[in-house]
């Protein structure tokens, strides 16, 4: 592919080619004997039951999507989103967009909101299946209006395995209570989550500004939750880079290996020294690239490359954090839930990542993140 042409995004014959699945894979034996390995006893739990790591290496697993949102939360979000950017703005500053990959409004649709129709999403994520992904990690939870049902039923529908998720989000998102909540008391609310529901992952975990004394307490509960199930975390960053170093901090105090961690959107966070996202990266997490396969990727594609480059592969992980109508499949042929294999992933290619590499970022890195060894049996 010839970097100056106009971009077309892969094909699914592309994407398995680079993924070495059919034909490639027996030409690339040594991408076996580079399979990562897994504690004894690891799973990835999914909705619909406990996976070995290992049967999901057919494809790469998106580790921050959403699939099931009510119809008010993309508004709500944009709402406080441009509060908070009023709110942040100096009074000489001109008026400014939002960072990279706001997450547009669709016009309202007729009939019933997309996250909310099975067969829409089933198509959607079984043609996402067809293009390589085996797995899609559902960032959202109770406090985001999150229907665990529905996402069972699209699971089901669509032969896609999802991980669900657990927590809280973010300041404007919580509940009431939370304000007079103790530490010890959101924790024991988390550990309920993990106890009734087939959760998988605590994400996605937030700070919506600077980070608030409620979003600290969040934190900590997660980072001991974490510890008494070793459940997996994932963040949100609200504002490029703001507070993601205190998050990774906070977690760390409390016990969390940072191995465990994804430091979320700081694919948001434009420096072409990639300055935290190395910091981040040198204590062992990973640092999220997961709004991608859009207008932002421009920007990204260097910070990547520039990662790779300082030898930090391993910590890499890449998504799309879908959430708005526009982005599907049947509204834009170059999108779809796929977009950050078919999309993102071709323009690091063309910049000079191998495909070993892309594959390890795409297929290993979320597989490693995700794999836990349960304390608290499934529910069902
Ligand atoms: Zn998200």
Partial sequence: MSQD??????????????????????????????????????????????????????????FHEHMSFPPDFLPRWMKYA??????????NAPPAGRGATPPTLAPAPSGPYFMQDLDVMSEELAIAK??????????????MGRDLTFLRRLSMKSGMPIVAGAGFYTQPFYPKEIGAMSEGQVLEALIRQVESDPVGAFGEIGSWDDITKDERKVFRAVGKAHVATNLPIFTHTGIPGKSALE??????????????????????????????HRAICRRGAFVGFDRQGGQGDAQQVPMVMALLEAGFADNLMFSSDFSAANQLKRNNKEMGYAKTLTVFVPKLKAAGAS???LRQIMVDNPRRFLAFVPKIKRKA
């Fill in 130 to 143: 067809g293009e390589g992904i085996s797995c899609i990690v559902d960032g959202g939870h109770p406090d």
């Fill in 247 to 276: 998050q990774l901090d906070i977690l760390e105090d409390v016990g969390v290996d940072p191995k465990r961690v994804v430091i979320g959107h700081l694919g948001n966070l434009v420096d072409p020294n990639v300055q935290v």
């Fill in 82 to 91: 441009a509060e908070t950017q009023a709110a942040n703005r100096p009074s």
């Fill in 355 to 357: 495909d070993e590499v």
């Fill in 5 to 62: 042409s106009r971009f077309t995004a892969w094909t699914r014959r592309d994407v398995l080619g680079m993924l070495g699945i059919g034909v490639a894979a027996a030409a690339l034996p040594e991408w076996a004997s580079a399979a990562p390995t897994f504690p004894k006893g690891a799973v990835i739990r999914t909705i619909l039951k406990d996976h070995a790591p290992e049967a999901l290496a057919g494809g790469a697993t998106l």
